[in-house]
Each structure stands twice: as C-alpha cells, then as structure tokens.
C-alpha cells in the first residue's frame, strides 16, 4: 500500500497544542492528514490552516459548524477521504492518547481487507496513567457493549482505528443514531453485521498530556442507550469473529 493512499482522519476541539506535536508525526511517515475542527475556541483550526499551508495536499482541513460532536466529525471526515480516493482510513485522537508510531501495525492489518481496531485490551495492549475508576469504566463499557451487542472483540470502544475503503464505504453511514464516543461502537457494530473481517491490534493507550477530557453525562447517557438500539437493528453475521491476539 503506497503510503499517499493513506488518509489519516483527526477531529479536533480544542487541541491546539497537542494537534503542533500529532501532525508531524503522522506526515513524517508519508501519510496524508485530514483535521476535522469543530469550530475550537482555542483556534485548533488556525493551527490545522497553517499545517495545509505548509504542508500543501498532504494536510486537508474541514471547519465545522454546529451541532457539533465526535460521531458527526467522522461522517463528514470520512466522506472526505473517500472522497480524494484514500485506500486505507484511519481514525484517531487528536490528544495523543493514540500514539502515532503504531499507525503502521494498523495500516498492515487492515491492508488484508479487514478492520483493524486497536486494542487497549489484547495481550501487549495497555493502558497507562488512568486512574481506577476510568480503568474500571472502560472494562466495564466494554463487558456492556459485548453483552448486548455481541460484538465478538476485546475493546469496541476504541477509537484508534483503519478500515478498508470497501468495507468504510458500505457502511450506513447516513442513518447513524450517535454523536459521541458510542459512534466508535455503532461503526463497529455496522461493519460486522454486514460480514467484515475485525482484528485487534494490541496498542499502548495514554491518558492525554494537555487539555480536558470531553466525556460528559449526556455522552454515558448515549452510550448506554445505543448499544440497545443497534441490536434491534439486525443480528451479527456468523463468521465475524476474527479478532486477532
């Protein structure tokens, strides 16, 4: 896979520091970036035009209005990289929770033509500096998601991700239900009812370095919620059980 048919999609809110030290890091591996700001207050997106001025076609910027929200960020992100022609979409934060150093595992795993999803939750997968209660939230979502969902992975609320241009643009995108975080999990959920491959790629997850976390108890609402309206949406295909360890 030629690394310029890589699209790297990244929402932004307020990441103006961290969005400086993510972008090299993901150019400097040939990838192209595509910034979704959601209108920060804190001029990300001023920072996200500098980076298409310098940078040129490598770097795409999408300036959004409101209603905003992290699920909405990535339908209009990703319609974008399907759009230019990206053979391989990945998505991930813009507050270097996700490491771009393990971009290429990613990209090898979902170059098979199957979803990679990186995996908090897998042997050598991790997660460092949460506290307990977010440790046990996350294990807890996750244990909630399967249970109701039968997702058949270890971590389907990863955001850290590649999929394949076949299997991102058969998804339904336009009837999503979600806004927040649940989105990573109504994606998943889409891409395995309608029979595509998903492995897990064990990653190390950081608790950010700058800034606020943006979960709120409007988005735990969510994401208790849909997991329940996903599942009266159709039932899993057989045979999607493909999570690698």
Known sequence: MKRERVTVVVPTYNERDNLRRLAPAVLDQ???????????????GEVA????????????????????????AYLDGFARALTSGAELICQMDADLSHDPAQLPA???????????????YRPG????????HRRVL?????????????????DCTSGFRCWPRNVLAALPL?????????FQVETLYEAARLGAGIDEVPIVFVERRHGRSKVSGSILAEACIVPWRLRFRGRLRSGTNGAAT
Do not use: K, M, Q
């Open 30 to 44: 040939g990838y192209r970036l595509l910034i979704v700001d959601d209108g920060s207050p804190d001029r990300t």
């Open 49 to 72: 035009d500098e980076l298409a001025s310098r940078h040129g076609v490598r770097v795409d910027v999408i300036h959004r209005r409101p209603p905003r929200g992290l699920g909405l």
């Open 106 to 120: 990613l990209i090898v795993a979902a170059s098979t033509g199957r979803v990679a999803v990186g995996s908090r």
């Open 125 to 132: 997968g991790r997660v460092v500096n949460w506290p307990l």
């Open 138 to 154: 996350s294990r807890a979502a996750n244990r909630y998601v399967r249970a109701v969902t039968g997702l058949p992975i270890a």
């Open 174 to 182: 336009a009837r999503h239900v979600s806004h927040g975080y649940v």
